[in-house]
């Protein structure tokens, strides 16, 4: 090999700790290695070094944007009708995106779980703007978590984030909304309807 600058050595010792030198280039830069080139050695030591840790960064771990892409693919697939259940229904998740709102009187609803036995049911329930619900007695617990717009109960307005539970035997009245609301509904399918 020909003289060469430590420009050319670090140019050849770059392509080589990659495997890119091909044939007789590949030999010829061998062969100048065996013969004792103190330069081109070290700078094939130094590359080589980086060249071994490449794969390793393909291996790192995804970013928390693609993380969360990845398996939310994974449990869309799971939740393929908007429901799963593991350890023999021990655990329960719903996707309420992949599921249809269902038209219950004047209230939209998505049924989250019924227990047949107990005539108890979770709902996600929707109303309309300037919406009534009847006055009812309540058989069991109700519990209420209003998640978008306003709800007037029994005379309290309440905002999203607020929570209302009703024990069983109370009357909820004067259930209605200005603007609409969206909120999930724990309640008997007993309670009496006080028209």
């Known amino acids: 090999m020909r003289a060469h600058t430590p420009e050319d050595a670090r140019d050849l010792a770059v392509l080589y700790a990659l495997g890119a030198l091909r044939g007789d280039e590949a030999r010829d830069f061998e062969a100048h290695l065996e013969s004792g080139c103190e330069i081109c050695g070290a700078e094939v030591d130094s590359f080589s ?38 350890d023999g229904g021990g655990l329960q998740f719903v996707r309420t995106a992949r599921m ?22 979770a709902k996600l329930v929707r109303m309309a703007e300037g919406m009534n619900y009847p006055s009812h007695r309540h058989a069991d617990v109700e519990e209420l978590y209003l998640l978008e717009g306003d709800l007037l109960v029994s ?26 609301c969206l909120f999930i509904s724990m309640s008997s399918e007993r309670d009496e309807l006080l028209i």
Do not use: Q
């Open 49 to 86: 070094a980086v060249t071994a840790d490449l794969p390793l960064a393909a291996a790192t771990s995804p970013g928390p944007k693609l993380r969360t892409r990845v398996l939310d693919r994974i449990s869309d697939e799971r939740l393929a009708d908007g429901k799963l259940e593991l």
């Open 100 to 121: 249809v709102w269902e038209r219950v009187g004047n209230l939209e609803i998505k049924l989250l779980f019924r227990d047949a036995e107990r005539a108890y049911s």
């Open 155 to 180: 005379g309290v307005l309440m905002r999203p984030g607020d929570y209302c539970r009703a024990e069983p035997g109370t009357i909820h009245t004067d259930i209605s909304t200005r603007g609409g």
